[in-house]
């Protein structure tokens, strides 16, 4: 991967280039996992589990098939 030098600013901030934001889909917001190999910085997208964004919505566990016996039932009624 090719590597661009950026600076630390106040409050020890960095921004991401853009090209290595639209590269990996990180947008503001997202959550990065940093770690220290050696001395290296290694920052990493945190990317999401759908199934568990879910449950903070619905506020239980998802259940697949339930959910889904659920969801095919709500659709029937919809498009009735």
């Known amino acids: 991967m090719e590597s661009e ?3 630390v600013g ?3 901030t960095i921004v991401l280039p853009k090209d290595i934001r639209t590269k990996l ?3 503001e917001g997202d959550l990065l996992n940093i770690r220290v190999e050696g001395s ?4 990493e997208p945190k990317r999401s589990d759908p199934f568990k964004v879910l449950e903070r919505v619905i506020r239980e566990p998802y259940n697949e ?3 889904e016996k659920l969801a095919e ?3 029937r009624n919809a498009s009735s």
């Open 5 to 7: 030098t950026i600076r």
């Open 10 to 12: 106040k409050k020890f």
């Open 25 to 27: 889909n990180i947008r």
């Open 40 to 43: 290296k910085i290694i920052l």
């Open 65 to 67: 098939e339930r959910d």
């Open 73 to 75: 039932k709500w659709l």
